[in-house]
């Protein structure tokens, strides 16, 4: 049986790898240790629910170089058939730098398994921005990362003790200069189960109260297309929805003035799409299930007086 690391610099994801591990079980591939390595966190109970054999934790500001020389550590000492993670620019950028060093294979946004062997995988990415799926098989052992929220863990694995180290770190070779925070909302819109979208369609900054207006009425929250947050800069990028920014899995997403560029629906993996847009061949009502032509300026006001009764 191989073993498995599992990596990631928010603890919150490390379910995404456990639940890529959980559909490589169902398929015959066996994972006996599963090792997580994420930092420094306060509360533990739900890492617990993972079932993970051990945790290695390091501190935040630890740097990419530091962090990739740990995990070679990691992989001399339990020999793990995957290092799996999910996927980011910070966990994509430190994983690449260990299959550099390693010299092991890497594939990411991987979103779904196609076969299994004792050496090799066949998975599926995503790739082209989401405009396309690539079919691939890659030796053991490798480096994966997987899509945000694509894999998610039953919760049937959880272990009542785990054993947590600190990660040994060597000194880094990049010195850190200065750190400045990029001013944040505060809004995660990743975890949101209902959200409002919103694009090009709006004509002017204050008219994005009628979206604000309808997600607070649907108790949900409002994001937005590339256009909005890095051309207008109307909405931070906190709320930016698109392959390279936030991935979103809602229940319920609401589309206002989104034409369905492959770069934003790529991130968007709702249960109900629902479109609200007044071109009836905007690409955006080939992903939604039900579908509003109608100019938002007219429709809104009164689907929002509906809501309020």
Not at 39 to 50: A, G, M, T
Not at 76 to 103: C, D, H, M, T, V
Not at 141 to 165: D, Y
Not at 184 to 207: L, P, S
């Amino acid at each position: 049986m191989a073993n498995a690391v599992i990596f990631s610099y928010n603890p919150q994801t490390l379910a995404d790898s456990v639940g890529f591990i959980e559909v490589l079980r169902k398929q015959g591939f066996n994972v006996d240790k599963v090792i997580g390595v994420t930092s420094e966190f306060q509360d533990i109970s739900e890492l617990k629910k993972l079932g993970l054999s051990k945790i290695f934790i390091y501190n935040s500001n630890s740097s990419d170089d530091q962090i990739a020389v740990a995990l070679k550590n990691i992989y001399q000492e339990f020999s793990p058939a995957l290092f799996i993670s999910s996927s980011s620019k910070l966990n994509n950028s430190i994983l690449s730098y260990l299959a550099g060093l390693l010299k092991l294979p890497m594939l990411t946004e991987v979103i779904d398994v196609k076969e299994v062997s004792s050496n090799s995988l066949s998975l599926i990415r995503s790739v082209l921005a989401g405009r396309a799926n690539s079919f691939e098989t890659v030796k053991i052992p490798s480096i994966i990362t997987v899509a945000p929220k694509k894999f998610m863990p039953s919760g049937t694995q959880a272990s009542q003790s785990v054993e947590i180290s600190k990660l040994s770190l060597q000194e880094s070779k990049v010195r850190v200069i200065n750190v400045e925070p990029k001013k944040r909302e505060g809004v995660k819109i990743e975890d949101a189960e209902i959200i409002v979208g919103v694009g090009r369609g709006f004509k002017a900054r204050e008219d994005l109260k009628l979206a604000f207006d309808l997600a607070y009425l649907l108790k949900g929250e409002v994001g937005c297309s590339r256009p909005i947050a890095a051309d207008l800069k109307w909405l931070p990028e906190d709320r930016w929805i698109g392959i390279s920014m936030k991935k979103i899995r809602p229940k319920l997403y609401v589309a206002v003035g989104i034409s369905g560029a492959p770069q934003h629906m790529s991130a968007v993996d709702a249960k109900v799409i629902v479109a609200i847009n007044k071109d009836k061949n905007a690409p955006i009502f080939n992903y939604a299930d039900y579908g509003v032509i109608a100019d938002l300026y007219q429709f809104l006001p009164v689907l929002i007086n509906k809501l309020k009764k």
